[in-house]
């Protein structure tokens, strides 16, 4: 499969924050900032979708370990990987994790991992930034990767909640200004739907990002699915 298309730009951003500010800042900001705050409530939200001692999990788009760092603060035991498509990011998250976790770069649209081997994969802020059909083949390929009774765990955007929409209307706002946009992606539960039944997954729960004070630290929304 061809690599993502924004690797380049990727990398590019990083290593103009790395040249800009002192390293743990940069790596901070290369994820959006509030890294341990929000890396705190990613812990708890995979709780809640049943993480738990002894299980296998991949993390895809780790970027530079902000999940990690809390997982590795917390009384969790797991096996754990983490994926991303740019190294520095990697080499960062392993400076500040247990010696048993470990980091891939991978830019395929897949999950490398053998088949029925995982009990858990997580995906946070990382199809808000995919084309659906690349979602897509992340779900297949995830499908396949875990467990019977596995879970996959993903963030996303919708239009129907009114702090998202302001995500949308804050980017029509900076293309008409002739600024550079990032890719938003919004995903609406008809689509998560769509993609469950076609994937073989169940949908288990949705939690909207204005649920509880823990989702809106988060600020998008959580789907868990299950093999």
Not at 119 to 132: K, N, Q, V, Y
Not at 176 to 197: H, Q, Y
């Amino acid at each position: 499969m061809a690599d993502f298309h924004f690797v380049e730009d990727y990398e590019r951003y990083v290593d103009d924050l790395v040249a800009a500010y002192p390293l743990d800042e940069a790596m901070k900001l290369a994820v959006g900032g509030s890294f341990e705050a929000i890396g705190q409530v990613e812990v708890d939200v995979l709780r809640k979708a049943g993480l738990r001692n002894g299980m296998h999990m991949m993390d895809l788009g780790c970027g530079s370990g902000r999940l990690a760092a809390s997982l590795a603060s917390s009384n969790l035991q797991i096996d754990y990987c983490g994926t991303d498509i740019v190294q520095r990011l990697l080499d960062y998250a392993k400076s500040i994790s247990p010696n048993h976790y470990v980091y891939k770069l991978h830019r395929a649209l897949s999950v490398p991992a053998q088949s029925e081997s995982l009990d858990m994969i997580s995906a946070f802020s990382l199809f808000t930034h995919l084309l659906h059909h690349e979602t897509y083949l992340y779900l297949e390929d995830g499908h396949r990767a875990l467990k019977k009774g596995g879970r996959f765990v993903f963030s996303f955007l919708e239009l129907a909640l009114p702090e998202h929409w302001n995500i949308f209307s804050n980017t029509v706002d900076d293309l008409r200004a002739g600024k550079p946009v990032p890719l938003n992606t919004f995903i609406e539960r008809i689509a998560i739907k769509a993609w469950a039944e076609k994937t073989g997954f169940e949908v288990v729960s949705f939690e909207p990002a204005n649920l509880d004070v823990g989702m809106c630290a988060l600020g998008q929304s959580v789907v868990v699915l299950q093999k």
